[in-house]
Structures are given as C-alpha cells and as structure tokens.
C-alpha cells in the first residue's frame, strides 16, 4: 500500500545575505511519504541543515515551494502561530539545549500530548511515551540533569512523538551520542515514527546508520542534489561519482578503516558537472 505523501518540497532555493550572498541551498526537490525514513547526507557547508529550516518554514526559501499534507507550507502560518501546532516536530544535535532544565520530564512530554489533543489528535500520558523510547515510566518527576546525552535524547524524542507530528525533522539527532546508542537512538526512532504515521526527514554524517534506517537516501553536494533513491539502491549501485566517493569513505566492519584520498580539484569538478541521479 502506498502511504500518503507528507511533504513534497519542490526547486527549493536558500540565500543567506552577505557579500557575496550564499546559495546555500539550489533547486533541492524532494519527497517523504507517512512512516518512510529519508536520509538527507553530504559534506559539512553542502546545505543540509538549510534544507531541514527551510521545510520545517523556519528559514524563508528564495525560490520554490513546500506542501506538508497538501497544503502550502506558508499557508501553515508557521510565523505567525507555533510550529508544533502545524504537525512539524524537530529533533536537534544538543538536547541539552532542546529540553527545559528546570522543567520535570514528564511535564514537558506533557507539552507535547497537548499539542496533539490541541491538534485534534491522539495523545498518550507521558508515562507511556517513556516507556515508549526504552526508559523507566516512574521517572517523570526527575529533571533534565538527571540523565545522560543518550536518555536527554530519548526524552526530546518522546516529548517530539508524543505531539503526533506528521513530520520528524531531525539533523544530526545522533552525533552528540556515543556510539554505542547512536545506532539505538536512530532505530528507534525509525520505529517510532513509522508507528505515528509520520514521515522523517533525517541528517546524519553516519552513513553506517543510514544505511541501515532510511528507506531513502538524498546525497547533496554544493547545494544541490547529486542523487537520490532507495537506499539499498543507493548504496550498492552508486551511480553518481560524489555518491561513490562519499560511500567510500564508510570504514569498513572489521574496524581497519579505508582512508579515502581527499578530493582533488578535478574529483569536485566532476562531481559539479555529473547531471542529477533519481
Ligand atoms: N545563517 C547563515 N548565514 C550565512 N551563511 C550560512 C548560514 N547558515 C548556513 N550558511 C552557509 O550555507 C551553507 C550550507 O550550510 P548548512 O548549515 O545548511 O550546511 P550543512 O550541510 O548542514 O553542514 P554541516 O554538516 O556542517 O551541519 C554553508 O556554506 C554555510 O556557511
Ligand atoms: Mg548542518
């Protein structure tokens, strides 16, 4: 069955002032359907996190269009009214920053229940929602500082889900983490957001990860996309040169670690001049 499309971003384009200005972002289109994980990947500065703004409506685009549930997202008014309440939830690199320090936990998962009822949707206790993320429901009282990056994460996770977003935005969710709940973190919330019924657009610089929870993957490079599909797709036939000289660059399982020779001034010409892929 096909789920529905939650976001169709159209030829977006993102302009920061300056001199000269940047064009941080140059007709990036993409698509995330209800419960599918896409994984937008590139080098630092090749414009992810505007992308991620300019989707969310947090950042103006200069050109272009984005629908979130068919509906323009400009129309949402996210300006004007929060963004939570247009079913847009976004998930940051520091929950530290993201979480209230002198708020408990479960009043702050609190928050999120009652933007879904204000939504008109569904809302679990908070109780649950901890549950939900792999954590002890009796430690709704406790505050932030109580717990490690890993469980501050969950908890931004939780407190995210228990809004019933229709979209998860979430860059670089994972890289604050040590690596041993990196891979945890990001499955679960592959897992929670497909139960919600929302769609994920997710950023990460750990392609291992990736690998294993997008159903899609979105290469950019320069702004621009170089090439997109389905991850497995993606993964074991490569067909545009940055996408191949990125995978590349994944140290292999037996922990030896393959040193990609940096690029050259021709590799990034190439890459510039190869037309779109998918
Ligand atoms: N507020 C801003 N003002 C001016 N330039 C900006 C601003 N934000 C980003 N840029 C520039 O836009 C380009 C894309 O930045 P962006 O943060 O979207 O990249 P990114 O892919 O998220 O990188 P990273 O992996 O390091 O987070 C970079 O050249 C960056 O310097
Ligand atoms: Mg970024």
Same mark, same amino acid.
């Given at each position: 069955? &096909?789920?529905? &499309?939650?976001?169709?971003?159209?030829?977006?384009v993102v302009r920061y002032p300056?001199?000269?200005? /940047?064009t941080a972002v140059d007709d990036v289109s993409l698509d995330i359907r209800a419960g599918e994980t896409v994984a937008l990947v590139g080098e630092s500065g090749s414009g992810k996190s505007s /992308? !991620?703004?300019? /989707?969310?409506g947090i950042e103006k685009s200069a050109a272009g269009s984005v629908?979130? *549930?068919?509906e323009p997202v400009r129309a949402l008014g996210v300006r004007r009214r929060p963004l939570a309440l247009t079913g847009i939830q976004m998930v940051f690199q520091d929950p530290a920053t993201s979480l209230n320090p002198r708020r408990r936990i479960g009043d702050q998962i609190a928050d999120g229940v009652r933007t879904a009822r204000a939504r008109g949707a569904e809302?679990?206790?908070?109780?649950?929602? $901890?549950?939900?993320?792999?954590?002890?429901?009796?430690? &709704?009282?406790?505050?932030?500082?109580?717990?490690?990056?890993?469980?501050?994460q969950r908890i931004a996770i939780a407190r995210a889900l228990a809004a019933r977003p229709r979209l998860l935005v979430a *860059?670089?969710? @994972?890289?604050? $983490? *040590? !690596?041993?709940t990196q891979t945890s973190v990001a499955g679960l919330m592959r897992d929670l957001i497909a139960e919600v019924?929302?769609?994920?657009?997710? @950023?990460?610089? *750990?392609?291992?990860? /990736?690998?294993? @929870?997008?159903d899609r993957t979105v290469v950019m490079y320069g702004g621009r996309v170089m090439e997109q599909g389905a991850t497995d797709q993606v993964w074991d036939a490569p067909r545009h040169p940055y996408t191949r000289s990125l995978l590349a660059a994944i140290p292999v399982p037996?922990? !030896?670690?393959? @040193?990609?020779a940096a690029p050259t001034a021709e590799d990034r010409a190439e890459w510039a001049d190869t037309p779109p892929i998918g």
């Open positions: 069955m &096909t789920e529905p &499309t939650v976001l169709e971003a159209s030829n977006l300056g001199h000269p200005p /940047v /992308v !991620a703004r300019a /989707v969310a629908r979130f *549930d068919g809302g679990s206790r908070p109780e649950e929602w $901890l549950e939900r993320v792999g954590m002890d429901p009796a430690w &709704t009282a406790r505050f932030p500082h109580q717990f490690s990056g890993g469980q501050k *860059d670089e969710p @994972i890289s604050a $983490l *040590d !690596a041993s019924g929302a769609g994920m657009l997710f @950023i990460s610089h *750990d392609l291992a990860v /990736v690998h294993r @929870i997008a037996d922990g !030896a670690g393959r @040193i990609p």
